[in-house]
C-alpha cells in the first residue's frame, strides 16, 4: 500500500497516512482514461448551436420572376440556398450530445489517473486546509510555501476538501488556475486539466471509500417489509328466503305435537 507523508500549510512533515492500494495503486489505462474525458466533454456540451433552413429566414415567397423568355435562370424562392441571404443546407441543429459511461468504467477512470498522479509525485496530503479569515493573501502565501506558486506564475491546482470549508472555497475562488471541490465532485477532467493535487487527509480517506472497488459488486438486501393486514370485516348474513321460514315454522310444529 502506498504510504503519503502528511504536511501542513507550512509544509512541514506531521506524520504519514497509508492509502488503499486498489484505489492509488492501479496500473495506468490511457484507454479507459480517454473514454472517460471524451464522455466527461460530451456530456458539457450544450448542444444549442443551430442555422436558419429556408423554411426560417425571412423573405417572400412569390416567383420573382416569369419561368421563361427573360433569359435569367429559373428562380422558384428568394429563400433558396443559392441565394444570398437564403437558408442553410445540412447546418448544425439543436442536439444532444450526452451519452451514459458504465459506473464502473468511470470509477476505474479515476483510480487511474489518482495512481498516476500518486507516482508523479504531483498529489500533496495536508493535515488540515484550515483558513482563520476570508483572505485570498493567506491563500496565495500557503501555494507559495507548499511549493505550488512562484512569484510570476502558478500552478494549475486542484484542492479537495469539503466544501464546508467557506474559507477556503471563498479565499481561492479568485485565484486562477486553481479550483476547490470535495471528494464526490471529484471528476477525471479536473484530475486531468490540473497538474498538482492538494488532498486532506479527510479527503483522502474519503476517495479510499468511495473508489473502493469491492463497493461495486456489494448488494446490500433491503430487510422485509411486514405490513400488517387490517381483519377482514364480517359478511352480513344473508336473508332467508319465505320457503326456507315456512319450512323451518313446519318442523317446529311437527316438534311440538310429537310431545
Known sequence: MPTVKVRNLKNK????????????????????????????LSNAR???????????????????????????????SLRSPLWKGGGNVHGPQPRD???????????????????????????????????????????????????????????????????????????????KKTKVTNAFGLNIYDIIYHEKLVLSKSAAEELDQLLDPKREGRNVEAAPVVVEQAPKPKKAAKPKAKKEEAAEAVVSEEATSNE
Open 13 to 40: 512533515e506531521v506524520g504519514e497516512v497509508t492509502l488503499s492500494d486498489a484505489v492509488f495503486g492501479a496500473d495506468l489505462n490511457e484507454g479507459l482514461i480517454h473514454a472517460a474525458v471524451k464522455n466527461y
Open 46 to 76: 450544450q448542444g444549442t448551436s443551430a442555422t436558419k433552413t429556408r423554411g426560417n429566414v425571412s423573405g417572400s415567397g412569390r416567383k420573382l420572376w416569369k419561368q421563361k423568355g427573360t433569359g435569367r435562370a429559373r428562380i422558384a
Open 97 to 175: 450530445w450526452s451519452y451514459n459511461l458504465p459506473k464502473k468504467m468511470r470509477r476505474g477512470a479515476l483510480r487511474s489517473a489518482l495512481s498516476e498522479r500518486l507516482r508523479e509525485g504531483n498529489i500533496i496530503v495536508i493535515d488540515e486546509l484550515v483558513f482563520k479569515q476570508i483572505k485570498t493573501k493567506d491563500f496565495v502565501s500557503a501555494l507559495q510555501t507548499l511549493g505550488l506558486a512562484d512569484v510570476k506564475k502558478a500552478s494549475k491546482t486542484l484542492f479537495v476538501d469539503s466544501l464546508d470549508n467557506a474559507n477556503l472555497v471563498m479565499s481561492a475562488r479568485n485565484v
